[in-house]
């Protein structure tokens, strides 16, 4: 089995254009497995309204508006993560650490972070995995996601972390209601649905389901080199080329 060489790279390298666009182009081509792209970018629109009214509000109880915003925008940066960059699979996200490592910790880590390298954010996933191979990669967050940079170091602050994780010391970014980690790929997926649920009453739309409006979209995109098109989508999602 291959390791595939580490590097920090773009969201797509050579495809000159974001995440966030291509999902917005997919939803103009609907078919049964992309019909709710649409209504994913519109709870994630809504999402991010609900704390940006949050963040603007004053309440005598700081502490209880604080855990209220908290828990809000954790919801919008569940979501956001899957707009912003090529939707990974469930724990390459559900996984990633409370805090931001510098770089030279980054290189020894075995676990998924956002790391500060070059002076850019940088989502580390430790240990994807497809059929031909397997370990560490890397993916800049693009720059119109810096509002998610935002939100993620206000959520990483330590009081903050206290209310999210109840006290609880795992080092996990994402938390359910009770503090702990989400422990599989349906605890997750059933977090991210019932967002999208509450905002657009569309169910059950999981970690899966966002992955495929990319891939589908990517494969109807007109490029005379249609082989090296499918391999540079392949390798932003960490996919096999078949």
């Not at 502490?63 to 925008?73: D, H, T, V, W």
């Not at 956001?80 to 996200?93: C, D, G, L, T, V």
Request: glycine fraction near 4%; aromatic fraction near 8%.
């Amino acid at each position: 089995m291959s390791h595939r060489k580490k590097t920090t790279r773009p969201i797509i390298r050579g495809l000159g254009t974001s995440h966030t666009s291509i999902l917005k182009n997919a939803a103009l081509y609907p078919t049964r497995r992309q019909v709710n792209v649409g209504a994913f970018l519109e709870a994630v629109r809504c999402q991010r309204l609900i704390v940006e009214r949050l963040w603007k509000e004053d309440d005598e109880d700081a502490g209880r508006m604080q855990a209220k915003l908290a828990k809000e925008m954790q919801k919008y940066l569940a979501l956001a993560f899957y707009s912003a960059i090529p939707p990974s699979r469930s724990k390459e996200i559900r996984l990633i650490v409370d805090r931001v490592l510098p770089e030279s910790e980054s290189k020894k880590s075995l676990q998924n972070h956002v790391a500060m390298i070059h002076d850019r954010h940088v989502l580390v996933v430790c240990d994807y995995k497809n059929n031909y191979s397997n370990g560490r990669d890397s993916i800049e967050l693009p720059s119109e996601a810096i509002i998610i940079v935002k939100y993620l170091h206000f959520m990483m602050g330590p009081e903050i972390r206290t209310q999210i994780a109840r006290g609880k010391q795992h080092g996990f970014f994402f938390c359910k209601l009770n503090g702990d980690p989400f422990e599989n790929a349906g605890e997750w997926s059933m977090f991210l649905s019932s967002i999208i649920n509450k905002h657009v009453g569309v169910p059950n739309i999981s970690t899966n389901a966002l992955r495929h409006p990319f891939t589908t979209y990517m494969e109807s995109v007109e490029d005379p080199d249609h082989r090296r098109l499918r391999e540079r989508t392949a390798f932003a999602m960490r996919h096999t080329v078949r």
